[in-house]
């Protein structure tokens, strides 16, 4: 028999609802601009399969109205007897400018409840068991849930923070950079993103994602009508070719695609299918831009288009979004062959 399970997720503020429409759980709080949901109703939820959550959370129990004085006694007492242990503690607040001013307070906090946990034997250096959260919606309340380590994100508040780099062209460096650790593992990248390999950027001015795999080794053919900034006009890793990125194919295959255009999803999503049906790409990182309204629709029609697209070819794939810090009205997708 499944259980019905209280799922805490956290998302960009703005979007709760696409979280609960892509979900199609039961909302049981939903605050506009909050940048977290309560939901219910559905046994299990795939993390990998979520655009719009940023962190995938089982929800134990809630505290209301904290002292000011003495914290940890009622939030000890909220944790749950099982899981028995924990392999880290993580305090968290929502990504909004309310939450941001109590980050200093969980900052000061998290020493001292993670010595009561040692203390207690319930926190232990192994990284298979289930990591607590606790998260603070404001400095009134607490949500005392658990995150599985192989279907949540590992980072704090589900937000992998990458550095920029003082010669990058444009701060969309930061959105590769960030794709790259969502989707690939260690191991992935070193396999995937080798000095030597070759990618093309389709509308790659003024050079952000281009710098991003320069950095990286990789040999890059930069397609667009407008110039490449800084370090990375006439780099020599870099071929720039003033020509239209819906339009150009390359002579041969190359091992990554990018591409960052402002174009509707389903545009992109049809010339992305093509460069893979025609065998142009082995991988590709894109950023389908989404509409004001339905965009769980958008969304999924422009995913599904390539499914059905690349199922008729026969060809095995993987296929993954999300919707990244980096990102804004926008989501970021992964799409490789499977051999």
């Given at each position: 028999?499944?259980?019905?399970?209280?799922?805490?997720?956290?998302?960009?503020?703005?979007?709760?609802?696409?979280?609960?429409?892509e979900?199609?759980?039961?909302p049981v709080e939903?605050t506009?601009?909050?940048?977290?949901?309560?939901?219910?109703?559905?046994?299990k939820?795939?993390y990998?399969q979520?655009?719009f959550?940023?962190?995938?959370?089982?929800l134990?129990?809630?505290?209301?109205?904290l002292?000011?004085?003495?914290?940890l006694?009622?939030?000890?007492?909220?944790?749950p007897?099982?899981?028995e242990?924990?392999?880290?503690?993580?305090?968290e607040?929502?990504?909004t400018n309310?939450?941001?001013?109590?980050?200093?307070?969980?900052?000061?906090?998290?020493p001292l409840?993670e010595?009561?946990?040692?203390?207690?034997?319930?926190?232990?250096d192994?990284?298979?068991?289930?990591r607590?959260?606790?998260?603070?919606?404001d400095n009134q309340r607490a949500?005392?849930?658990?995150?599985?380590?192989?279907?949540?994100?590992?980072?704090?508040?589900?937000?992998?923070?990458?550095s920029?780099?003082s010669?990058?062209?444009s701060?969309?460096?930061?959105?590769?950079?960030?794709?790259?650790?969502?989707?690939l593992?260690?191991?992935?990248?070193?396999?995937?993103?080798k000095p030597?390999?070759t990618?093309i950027?389709?509308g790659?001015?003024?050079?952000?994602?281009?710098?991003?795999?320069?950095?990286?080794?990789?040999?890059?053919?930069?397609?667009?009508?407008?110039?490449?900034?800084?370090a990375?006009?006439?780099?020599?890793?870099?071929?720039?070719?003033?020509?239209?990125?819906?339009?150009?194919?390359?002579?041969?295959?190359?091992?990554?695609?990018?591409?960052?255009?402002?174009?509707?999803?389903?545009?992109?999503?049809?010339?992305?299918?093509e460069?893979?049906?025609?065998?142009?790409?082995?991988r590709?990182?894109?950023?389908?831009?989404?509409?004001?309204?339905?965009?769980?629709?958008?969304?999924q029609?422009?995913?599904?288009?390539?499914?059905?697209?690349?199922?008729?070819?026969?060809?095995?794939?993987?296929?993954?979004?999300?919707?990244?810090y980096?990102?804004?009205e926008?989501?970021?997708?992964?799409?490789?062959?499977?051999?």
């Amino acid at each position: 028999m499944n259980t019905l399970h209280n799922w805490l997720i956290y998302c960009r503020p703005g979007f709760e609802r696409d979280c609960v429409e892509e979900t199609q759980a039961k909302p049981v709080e939903t605050t506009e601009n909050s940048g977290f949901v309560v939901l219910q109703g559905k046994p299990k939820l795939a993390y990998r399969q979520l655009t719009f959550a940023r962190q995938l959370l089982t929800l134990h129990a809630e505290v209301h109205e904290l002292p000011e004085r003495d914290r940890l006694t009622p939030l000890l007492a909220a944790i749950p007897v099982s899981p028995e242990r924990f392999s880290a503690l993580y305090l968290e607040v929502p990504d909004t400018n309310d939450g941001k001013t109590l980050s200093g307070f969980t900052k000061r906090f998290q020493p001292l409840l993670e010595e009561a946990l040692r203390n207690s034997s319930r926190l232990a250096d192994d990284p298979s068991l289930p990591r607590l959260h606790i998260f603070f919606p404001d400095n009134q309340r607490a949500l005392i849930a658990t995150s599985d380590p192989h279907n949540s994100a590992s980072a704090l508040n589900g937000i992998q923070r990458v550095s920029m780099v003082s010669d990058a062209p444009s701060r969309s460096y930061l959105k590769l950079a960030e794709a790259i650790e969502v989707f690939l593992d260690k191991k992935e990248q070193a396999l995937w993103l080798k000095p030597g390999m070759t990618a093309i950027d389709l509308g790659a001015a003024p050079g952000g994602w281009t710098w991003q795999l320069v950095q990286r080794g990789l040999k890059v053919t930069a397609v667009d009508n407008g110039p490449l900034k800084g370090a990375a006009a006439g780099h020599p890793l870099i071929r720039h070719l003033r020509e239209d990125g819906f339009r150009f194919r390359p002579q041969r295959p190359m091992d990554w695609l990018v591409c960052d255009m402002v174009e509707q999803p389903q545009r992109v999503a049809t010339l992305m299918t093509e460069w893979f049906v025609g065998g142009f790409a082995q991988r590709a990182i894109f950023n389908l831009k989404l509409p004001m309204k339905k965009r769980v629709a958008a969304l999924q029609d422009a995913l599904n288009s390539m499914r059905t697209a690349l199922n008729n070819k026969g060809i095995r794939y993987q296929l993954e979004a999300k919707q990244l810090y980096h990102d804004r009205e926008e989501v970021t997708v992964f799409l490789s062959r499977k051999r």
